[in-house]
């Protein structure tokens, strides 16, 4: 068997939690491959609403096995909430749930650094969500990095309290107040203790040799999905860097995140907003910052699942989106929250961007440094609630139209439509 894969084709925040959650039951296994709990993907069903930071999006499903691989980067304190308030709705996450033994931990004083670098960079700051990402990754390529196959090994304090006094010293170095920062609403004491406590937790679930585990199971017929976590346009790589994750958050990454070879990639599912978002600073062409943008915001909820700030707002970059087609190897696309746009009479979309005079498709590595100014194409919106349609016969003209415009112009067939929150709200085509 191949395995399969879903990922994001815009900053994040594309909707890949609610696709995951219906595409579950075809699959076996789900598998997230990067990133940590900057992460923030949302399912709702059933009336209740669930936001999930490290654990995979399948986790609600008691047929599918859960694998957080050892690209995915882990606080125990906040993996434990999420572990308990799925315990308090009835979820089983004990038998559903593996992790990989080589998935790196994030300290305390991790986040701590994060605050402290994010801080000395003022008017240059990336728009981190603080939860030490970046010095997390940092430990991991320096070779300094714990990992959750430690935990059980006679020297893991001791490894701890050298990593943590190696962290002090650099919060130190910058007149960081450390000891007076709050970490979710704690003291860095406090919070170091309830740390401790959610490692005695998270150490009695299974912890695996994940690259093993997951190609025996391709051997053995097993389907497995590989769920990613913020967008293409916030790898590490081919992001919009520096404002970027510290990530691969690409197909490639599903490679090095799970351990399996190029060779074993099969589908790979690309999720896009029908218009674009993003948290934080950094080059956003398309962005709206007029009456559009806010309207945006309001109709689509816009505000971060993980830190809660207002995301920016704007329409649809084709560039971008040809862009992280490409980069991925996108074999079919998930058009995300097209009831956002049910009340615009007019919908923008950026087809081509004027760079220094010079009209092109592409992003140049200048993008970064330079504006884009984009150029725009105007289609009809179709002016009426789409929530409540579910069968691609009753899709507004306009609808149906700007879906057809989108997969000429990218030549990758749009799959599924979303048309609300809910995982029924979901159009098939």
Same mark, same amino acid.
């Given at each position: 068997m191949k395995a399969d894969v879903l990922l994001g084709l815009q900053w994040g925040d594309e909707g890949k939690g609610k696709i995951v959650d219906v595409l579950t039951p075809n699959y076996d296994i789900i598998a997230r491959f990067q990133g940590g709990p900057n992460a923030g993907h949302t399912i709702e069903f059933d009336n209740k609403k669930f936001v999930l930071h490290t654990i995979p999006s399948g986790i609600f499903n008691e047929n599918s096995l859960n694998i957080i691989g050892n690209g995915v980067i882990i606080d125990p304190f906040i993996i434990n909430n999420e572990i308990e308030n799925l315990v308090l709705n009835n979820i089983d996450v004990g038998d559903n749930l593996l992790i990989s033994k080589k998935a790196h931990l994030i300290l305390p004083t991790h986040r701590l650094l994060d605050a402290a670098y994010e801080s000395a960079k003022g008017k240059e700051k990336i728009g981190s969500t603080l939860k030490g990402i970046g010095p997390t990754y940092t430990d991991k390529t320096a070779r300094n990095g714990i990992r959750i196959g430690n935990i059980k090994r006679s020297d893991f304090f001791i490894k701890y309290n050298e990593l943590k006094e190696k962290h002090l010293q650099i919060i130190k170095s910058f007149g960081f107040d450390y000891e007076n920062f709050k970490l979710d609403g704690l003291g860095i004491k406090e919070y170091e203790e309830k740390w401790f406590d959610a490692i005695e937790k998270i150490s009695s679930l299974t912890a695996i040799d994940s690259e093993y585990f997951i190609n025996k199971s391709l051997d053995s017929g097993k389907s497995l999905l590989a769920e990613g976590a913020q967008g293409t346009m916030l790898d590490i790589d081919f992001g919009t860097y520096p404002f970027v994750t510290s990530s691969n958050t690409v197909t490639a990454g599903v490679c090095t995140g799970l351990g399996i070879s190029p060779h074993r990639i099969g589908e790979v599912f690309g999720i896009f907003k029908a218009y674009c978002t993003r948290v934080g600073g950094g080059p956003f062409p398309t962005e709206d910052k007029s009456e559009d943008g806010e309207k945006l915001r309001k109709e689509g909820r816009e505000f971060g699942a993980t830190t809660g700030r207002p995301r920016r707002c704007g329409w649809l970059d084709l560039a971008a989106l040809k862009y992280s087609i490409m980069l991925n190897g996108i074999t079919g696309l998930f058009m995300m929250k097209a009831d956002v746009l049910n009340d615009f009479e007019t919908i923008?979309?950026?087809?081509? +961007?004027?760079? *220094?005079?010079?009209?092109?498709?592409? !992003?140049?590595?200048? $993008?970064?440094?330079?504006?884009?100014?984009?150029? +725009?194409?105007?289609?009809?919106?179709?002016?009426? *609630? !789409? *929530? #409540? !349609? #579910? =069968?691609? $016969?009753?899709?507004? #003209?306009?609808? $149906? =139209? +700007?879906?057809?415009? !989108?997969?000429?112009e990218v030549n990758v067939p749009v799959k599924m439509v979303s048309v609300g929150p809910d995982r029924s709200e979901t159009i098939l085509l």
């Amino acid at each position: 068997m191949k395995a399969d894969v879903l990922l994001g084709l815009q900053w994040g925040d594309e909707g890949k939690g609610k696709i995951v959650d219906v595409l579950t039951p075809n699959y076996d296994i789900i598998a997230r491959f990067q990133g940590g709990p900057n992460a923030g993907h949302t399912i709702e069903f059933d009336n209740k609403k669930f936001v999930l930071h490290t654990i995979p999006s399948g986790i609600f499903n008691e047929n599918s096995l859960n694998i957080i691989g050892n690209g995915v980067i882990i606080d125990p304190f906040i993996i434990n909430n999420e572990i308990e308030n799925l315990v308090l709705n009835n979820i089983d996450v004990g038998d559903n749930l593996l992790i990989s033994k080589k998935a790196h931990l994030i300290l305390p004083t991790h986040r701590l650094l994060d605050a402290a670098y994010e801080s000395a960079k003022g008017k240059e700051k990336i728009g981190s969500t603080l939860k030490g990402i970046g010095p997390t990754y940092t430990d991991k390529t320096a070779r300094n990095g714990i990992r959750i196959g430690n935990i059980k090994r006679s020297d893991f304090f001791i490894k701890y309290n050298e990593l943590k006094e190696k962290h002090l010293q650099i919060i130190k170095s910058f007149g960081f107040d450390y000891e007076n920062f709050k970490l979710d609403g704690l003291g860095i004491k406090e919070y170091e203790e309830k740390w401790f406590d959610a490692i005695e937790k998270i150490s009695s679930l299974t912890a695996i040799d994940s690259e093993y585990f997951i190609n025996k199971s391709l051997d053995s017929g097993k389907s497995l999905l590989a769920e990613g976590a913020q967008g293409t346009m916030l790898d590490i790589d081919f992001g919009t860097y520096p404002f970027v994750t510290s990530s691969n958050t690409v197909t490639a990454g599903v490679c090095t995140g799970l351990g399996i070879s190029p060779h074993r990639i099969g589908e790979v599912f690309g999720i896009f907003k029908a218009y674009c978002t993003r948290v934080g600073g950094g080059p956003f062409p398309t962005e709206d910052k007029s009456e559009d943008g806010e309207k945006l915001r309001k109709e689509g909820r816009e505000f971060g699942a993980t830190t809660g700030r207002p995301r920016r707002c704007g329409w649809l970059d084709l560039a971008a989106l040809k862009y992280s087609i490409m980069l991925n190897g996108i074999t079919g696309l998930f058009m995300m929250k097209a009831d956002v746009l049910n009340d615009f009479e007019t919908i923008k979309v950026g087809v081509k +961007y004027d760079f *220094n005079g010079e009209l092109i498709d592409f !992003i140049p590595f200048e $993008a970064s440094y330079e504006n884009l100014n984009p150029v +725009y194409l105007e289609k009809p919106g179709w002016k009426t *609630n !789409i *929530n #409540s !349609i #579910s =069968d691609k $016969a009753l899709m507004p #003209s306009e609808l $149906a =139209d +700007y879906v057809r415009f !989108i997969e000429k112009e990218v030549n990758v067939p749009v799959k599924m439509v979303s048309v609300g929150p809910d995982r029924s709200e979901t159009i098939l085509l």
